[in-house]
């Protein structure tokens, strides 16, 4: 039961944020739960991963098999856990372009202060797979044009993201030629997906002028570049994406295995008083407590 301000919405708040300058990091969160650590832990923002959301939901890889009311109603619970804005994928926009519409004006209406849009077929598949079926450049700036005046007619500061996932199959020049078209559509920031080695994120904060966006991604080479470098390098917004669910899936094995191995749980850095501290249980009962009538018991 966090307070948010009661004057400026995550939007505006994050949107403000960014204005300031210096780069904002974004942990990927699958769940509410998640969103809850990460905001506990100090970080500006949170990031709904659609990854994430798959593997939490369905426990199925990120192949566009969530549908836009599934990561919609995802990101509304985030919104509603955590103080801090939430940045949130919105996929390829979920068909055409009054699906791109109602995408931007559900994610409006949940709460979310950031939304990116990549430049894939429908369905699409997690960035960091080769194989990527890109609509043309055309279109891509259509559908990031309809986001943007769906913006405009709601009145809202949604932070529109423009992103390509053209860096695997078409090769840094291309992906670079794409997120500047993008960038002409009036989208806030420009995003290129799939990066891997310290080259190309260097190679992309070179080619791209304005605010733009790196994922890094556990395990590659690109992880090893520091926020302090991403910052220097002049990105405005840092996403770690898989961060917290690989770490929740390597905590999980390992408990599950201790239990099964030995027959009883292991002792782990969280108890139920830890638990309760990060869902803030003392609030919700005092709340409760508060509002409680006494009626007397029937004969």
Same mark, same amino acid.
């Given at each position: 039961?966090?307070?948010?301000?009661?004057?400026?919405?995550?939007?505006?708040?994050?949107?403000?944020?960014?204005?300031?300058?210096?780069?904002?990091?974004?942990?990927?969160?699958?769940?509410?739960?998640?969103?809850?650590?990460?905001?506990?832990?100090?970080?500006?923002?949170?990031?709904?991963?659609?990854?994430?959301?798959?593997?939490?939901?369905?426990?199925?890889?990120?192949?566009?098999?969530?549908?836009?009311?599934?990561?919609?109603?995802?990101?509304?619970?985030?919104?509603?856990?955590?103080?801090?804005?939430?940045?949130?994928?919105?996929?390829?926009?979920?068909?055409?372009?009054?699906?791109?519409?109602?995408?931007?004006?559900?994610?409006?209406?949940?709460?979310?202060?950031?939304?990116?849009?990549?430049?894939?077929?429908?369905?699409?598949?997690? #960035?960091?797979?080769?194989?990527?079926?890109?609509? !043309?450049? /055309?279109? @891509?700036? *259509? &559908?990031?044009? =309809?986001?943007?005046? +769906?913006?405009?007619?709601?009145?809202?500061?949604?932070?529109?993201? #423009?992103?390509?996932?053209?860096?695997?199959?078409? !090769?840094? /020049?291309? @992906?670079? *030629? &794409?997120?500047? =078209?993008?960038?002409? +559509?009036?989208?806030?920031?420009?995003?290129?997906?799939?990066?891997?080695?310290?080259?190309?994120?260097?190679?992309?904060?070179?080619?791209?002028?304005?605010?733009?966006?790196?994922?890094?991604?556990?395990? +590659?080479?690109?992880?090893?570049?520091?926020?302090?470098?991403?910052?220097?390098?002049?990105?405005?917004?840092?996403?770690?994406?898989?961060?917290?669910?690989?770490?929740?899936?390597?905590?999980?094995?390992?408990?599950?295995?201790?239990?099964?191995?030995?027959?009883?749980?292991?002792?782990?850095?969280?108890?139920?008083?830890?638990?309760?501290?990060?869902?803030?249980?003392?609030?919700?009962?005092?709340?409760?407590?508060?509002?409680?009538?006494?009626?007397?018991?029937?004969?």
């Amino acid at each position: 039961m966090s307070e948010r301000p009661p004057l400026m919405n995550a939007a505006t708040r994050l949107r403000r944020r960014l204005d300031q300058g210096g780069i904002v990091a974004a942990p990927g969160a699958q769940d509410a739960l998640t969103a809850r650590l990460v905001a506990a832990s100090g970080f500006e923002a949170v990031y709904m991963t659609g990854l994430g959301a798959t593997a939490s939901r369905l426990g199925q890889p990120d192949l566009g098999l969530m549908t836009q009311t599934e990561m919609a109603d995802c990101a509304r619970a985030m919104v509603r856990a955590v103080p801090v804005p939430v940045i949130a994928d919105a996929d390829a926009g979920y068909g055409g372009p009054l699906n791109m519409a109602r995408t931007v004006e559900e994610y409006i209406q949940a709460g979310v202060a950031a939304l990116h849009i990549e430049d894939q077929r429908n369905p699409k598949q997690c #960035g960091v797979l080769a194989g990527a079926q890109l609509v !043309g450049p /055309d279109e @891509a700036c *259509a &559908r990031l044009s =309809a986001a943007v005046e +769906t913006r405009s007619r709601s009145r809202s500061d949604i932070v529109l993201i #423009g992103r390509t996932d053209a860096l695997k199959g078409e !090769g840094l /020049d291309a @992906a670079l *030629a &794409r997120a500047r =078209a993008y960038g002409d +559509t009036g989208v806030d920031l420009l995003f290129v997906d799939g990066v891997t080695t310290r080259a190309q994120i260097e190679a992309i904060a070179a080619g791209l002028d304005g605010p733009k966006v790196v994922s890094v991604v556990d395990g +590659t080479d690109a992880a090893g570049v520091t926020l302090a470098e991403l910052d220097d390098m002049g990105f405005s917004m840092a996403l770690y994406a898989v961060t917290t669910l690989f770490a929740a899936m390597s905590a999980t094995k390992t408990a599950l295995d201790a239990l099964h191995r030995t027959g009883r749980p292991a002792p782990g850095a969280y108890d139920y008083a830890a638990y309760a501290d990060v869902v803030s249980l003392a609030e919700f009962q005092d709340f409760a407590h508060r509002f409680e009538t006494t009626e007397p018991e029937d004969d």
